[in-house]
């Protein structure tokens, strides 16, 4: 339960259940984290199951189910579905379901898609978060087909609710996540120093840590615009951020749904992203946020010079954005659609 888009979804869901008078429990693998931790503070129970094998987690994860007698199961991702799903079935759950909150790219790791396949067959549902997260994990080897539905992440709307807003010069872009290979802040940097050239107003935050924060910031300094990119670390509200950003920028090259760019849109924050996973997906959807390649620095370059240079436009991509968040991304509309799955789970026979 550290600081990331599918720990975000299970603490929003758990808060939500709890409005709604049902009674969420988190079984943590590894370490309860800041989420988890956060959650704990609320009056959740979180709990961390210690043994450091999959055998005896299996084994914990079996005894705590045999003691709390849970009517849901919810496995968030292939290793807590490996570990969880057969315990849960075998202590008589009737409703087990994993969400898996990216796509199997190839080249799959076949070893870990047999394991996932079995576990899979426990669980009376595999939720993909996009249209294109289930048509992927369709084609995934040994991959339950009839069992995989699509449910979209939803997530809280973005509201500043008083909180100290970042100081703002200029046109400013943001960008949240994880500082990874997988989120190629790299390319994004680039971009932004080569539209900088033309749009000299243009300032660039990043919000967020990870492996590559030390070389990200060297390549400001070897670029020349590390007086105009701030980095401002994991933070555990970002909300204030979103509402004082210009325009919201994802350079990923790997991704599911991110709960960041939902998060971005429920502020009516305008994007650029890239046509990964799932993101042009809701590209499409609203209509009004761009597309471009993964790892093309110039031509996400043009497209974040285009938008601020024609930043008069964005007060109606703003109201589109937000449209197609309330139209599809609220966490209300997520956690209905999930309620619904575990009842027409509790009505089915359990399929092992």
Not at 16 to 44: A, M
Not at 63 to 79: E, G
Not at 117 to 136: E, H, K, P
Request: net charge positive; with cysteine.
């Amino acid at each position: 339960m550290q600081i990331g888009g599918a720990e975000t979804i299970i603490a929003q869901l758990c808060r939500i259940q709890r409005l709604q008078g049902h009674c969420p429990r988190v079984h943590c693998l590894y370490e309860i984290g800041p989420v988890g931790q956060r959650l704990q503070n609320e009056g959740v129970e979180v709990t961390l199951q210690r043994p450091p094998t999959l055998v005896g987690l299996m084994r914990s994860l079996y005894r705590t189910f045999r003691r709390s007698k849970p009517d849901v199961v919810h496995c968030h991702n292939a290793t807590a579905a490996i570990i969880g799903a057969v315990p849960a079935r075998l202590v008589g759950v009737r409703t087990v379901l994993v969400t898996r909150h990216g796509l199997v790219g190839p080249p799959y790791s076949l070893r870990r898609e047999l394991k996932f396949a079995v576990a899979s067959r426990f669980c009376n549902w595999v939720v993909a978060v996009c249209d294109i997260a289930r048509d992927n994990l369709r084609k995934a080897p040994f991959s339950a087909r009839d069992r995989i539905v699509r449910i979209y992440n939803g997530c809280v709307a973005a509201r500043a609710d008083g909180s100290t807003t970042p100081p703002k010069i200029g046109f400013t872009l943001l960008n949240v996540g994880r500082l990874s290979v997988a989120k190629d802040q790299e390319s994004l940097i680039r971009a932004f120093a080569l539209a900088k050239n033309y749009v000299t107003d243009l300032q660039l935050w990043i919000v967020g840590d990870g492996p590559l924060k030390s070389r990200l910031k060297e390549l400001t300094q070897e670029l020349g615009v590390e007086k105009a990119t701030q980095f401002f670390g994991e933070q555990t509200d970002v909300a204030p951020f979103y509402v004082a950003a210009d325009l919201f920028i994802m350079s990923s090259v790997s991704e599911g749904l991110p709960v960041s760019l939902l998060e971005a849109m429920s502020a009516s924050l305008p994007s650029i992203v890239t046509d990964v996973g799932g993101m042009g997906e809701v590209a499409r959807l609203s209509g009004s946020t761009l597309i471009v390649p993964a790892s093309s620095y110039k031509t996400l370059a043009n497209a974040i010079r285009e938008v601020a240079q024609n930043r008069f436009e964005l007060a109606y991509l703003r109201g589109a954005v937000r449209q197609c968040y309330e139209e599809h991304f609220t966490l209300v509309m997520m956690a209905d659609e999930y309620l619904r799955l575990y009842q027409t789970s509790s009505d089915r026979p359990a399929r092992c």
